[in-house]
């Protein structure tokens, strides 16, 4: 790889972790302009899930948009992401880039596609495997230190196991952002309780938390709440119970802190929550009943 290249991969990595990557969303019109490098423009994000800048020899990306035309999927049983090739060429030139970045062992980027227009950024990410009977690579996520590591950290003995802990981290965050896209979408992008509209600011709260094996990422079990709410609901500050009725706990309906207090919380007792028009996505009754008796334990 020549030197600007491997340069200019490394500097698209700090240029997103300035952006907040990979906590915090990016847009595609931020991540297709890109950064200046010694006077040439570096965009991140293509027309194509795979994506080599101009002058570029080996691609610099990759990208899933979910229910999209190509059936990207994680594979559980070995921590590793099963991404599409470009159609069903194997020697399409796009192929043949990540086949090549997997030879020589580079790091590229990975974008998921949380809604039309925002990505979350995952970094660096490693093609190693290909299944082409499957019309697939296999690709892994590494640490971002592994990239200043003394040695080769690409082959070192606990690489394997560092990639495979990396990558199930990674996993687990993105089908949590899946889970926020549709519960969000569910609600049509209001908070269930104060119905504020700043998506940005708005969570997807597991009615029975995603610790428990019960507690599937579906749309009825979850609700759309805003940071605040989201975080006084999972403390059991208040419930909601099987009519989609707020129930406040008592000691929080006896206290005097402000004005926040009596409008984020003490004025929701008794309310009904705004709901999904689907009721198929509207929050499982028994769910519900579930958590409330929780919240009774708790307070």
């Not at 600007?4 to 915090?24: M, T």
């Not at 070995?78 to 470009?86: A, E, F, I, K, V």
């Not at 690579?137 to 003394?150: C, G, H, K, N, R």
Request: proline letters at 7%; charged letters at 25%; glycine letters at 6%.
């Amino acid at each position: 790889m020549v030197d600007f290249e491997w340069r200019a991969r490394i500097a698209a990595f700090d240029w997103l972790a300035d952006l907040g990557a990979p906590a915090s969303e990016l847009t595609r019109e931020t991540l297709t302009r890109g950064f200046d490098l010694d006077g040439r423009r570096i965009a991140l994000l293509g027309p194509q899930g795979i994506w080599k800048p101009a002058g570029f020899q080996l691609p610099l990306s990759i990208a899933t948009i979910p229910s999209g035309p190509y059936s990207d999927r994680w594979d559980a049983a070995s921590n590793r992401l099963r991404y599409s090739y470009r159609g069903t060429n194997l020697n399409h030139r796009d192929n043949v880039g990540l086949r090549l970045a997997s030879t020589h062992k580079t790091p590229l980027i990975y974008f998921f596609r949380t809604e039309p227009g925002h990505y979350l950024a995952t970094f660096p990410v490693y093609v190693v495997g290909e299944d082409r009977g499957d019309l697939a690579f296999w690709v892994q996520v590494d640490e971002l230190w592994s990239l200043t590591a003394p040695a080769d950290a690409a082959v070192t003995p606990d690489a394997p196991l560092r990639r495979a802990y990396a990558t199930r981290v990674v996993r687990q965050r993105l089908f949590q952002a899946e889970f926020r896209r549709r519960v969000v979408g569910a609600y049509r992008s209001r908070c269930a309780l104060c119905q504020l509209r700043h998506r940005e600011l708005l969570d997807a709260a597991h009615i029975t938390t995603d610790s428990d094996p019960s507690g599937e990422p579906l749309v009825s079990n979850g609700m759309a709440l805003c940071k605040l709410h989201h975080a006084a609901f999972d403390q059991f500050f208040f419930t909601v119970d099987p009519s989609y009725t707020v129930v406040v706990r008592p000691s929080i309906l006896r206290e005097t802190d402000g004005p926040m207090l009596v409008i984020g919380l003490q004025r929701i007792q008794g309310q009904k929550i705004f709901l999904p028009s689907d009721p198929g996505q509207q929050p499982n009754r028994e769910r519900l009943e579930q958590r409330l008796a929780a919240f009774r334990a708790a307070t």
